[in-house]
């Protein structure tokens, strides 16, 4: 059982597109995060959920748009695709309670290419 | 500002030798901080986490970490590199529990023989 899913794995796209993304996690988590991995390899936090709540929003074009209709899903959606927003996606969950050290568990990733 | 520096951007080691992978982190709070691997086109997995008491901590596939608050440094070390550690390193920081982490840029690790 995969603990922290994403679905497309690979996704083949062109400019002006929109498309989503999927994630779940069957681990009971509380937060979940989406993080943008450029072609550099940098990791950089776009948004994170608690419980279905927005509680990290960082400084993205608001043709992005996350979803989270339960604490185990957070969907991305990104609106009107360009060309700079080709970069591997990636989905994380955390745990929050006593004994939760702040480790993220990560999904393996969606690849996006914007022609 | 919060941010974690990793200075080398590629090592390469000879298979056998030991290898050290720099980090250095800047965090208002105590940090939690977190060394991840990531192998060509995975996701990224957990070596091993600092939070609280022993400076020294142990992870998996033989990796260590030591924390030293005085030089702001999480340094990861490994005594013999396996041609199967070949991947990209990352050192992250955190404060508590559900709080995003912040990434540093990556080191690449190439293993030759």
């Keep these: 059982?995969?603990?922290?899913?994403?679905?497309?794995?690979?996704?083949?796209?062109?400019?002006?597109?929109?498309?989503?993304?999927?994630?779940?996690?069957?681990?009971?988590?509380?937060?979940?995060?989406?993080?943008?991995?450029?072609?550099?390899?940098?990791?950089?936090?776009?948004?994170?959920?608690?419980?279905?709540?927005?509680?990290?929003?960082?400084?993205?074009?608001?043709?992005?748009?996350?979803?989270?209709?339960?604490?185990?899903?957070?969907?991305?959606?990104i609106n009107s695709l360009e060309l700079g927003d080709s970069a591997v996606y990636f989905c994380a969950s955390s745990p929050l309670g006593t004994g939760s050290t702040g480790e993220l568990f990560f999904g393996e990733g969606s690849r996006l290419t914007v022609l | 500002a919060q941010s974690v520096t990793q200075p080398d951007i590629h090592i390469t080691v000879s298979e056998g030798a030991s290898l050290e992978l720099r980090c250095n982190y800047s965090y208002g709070a105590t940090p939690y901080l977190f060394w991840y691997v990531q192998s060509p086109g995975q996701g990224l997995q957990l070596l091993l986490k600092y939070f609280s008491g022993d400076t020294l901590v142990q992870g998996i596939k033989g990796f260590e970490a030591e924390f030293k608050r005085s030089q702001s440094s999480f340094n990861l070390r490994k005594p013999s590199v396996h041609w199967s550690d070949a991947a990209e390193y990352f050192c992250a920081v955190g404060n508590q529990a559900g709080t995003a982490l912040i990434f540093g840029k990556g080191t690449t690790l190439s293993v030759s023989s």
């Design chain 1, 1 to 77: 059982d995969t603990a922290v899913s994403q679905t497309p794995k690979y996704l083949v796209t062109q400019m002006g597109n929109d498309k989503s993304i999927k994630c779940e996690q069957n681990l009971g988590h509380d937060t979940m995060y989406w993080y943008k991995q450029d072609s550099k390899k940098f990791l950089k936090i776009m948004f994170s959920y608690n419980n279905k709540e927005l509680i990290i929003n960082e400084t993205v074009p608001n043709r992005f748009s996350p979803k989270s209709p339960d604490k185990a899903h957070l969907n991305l959606h």
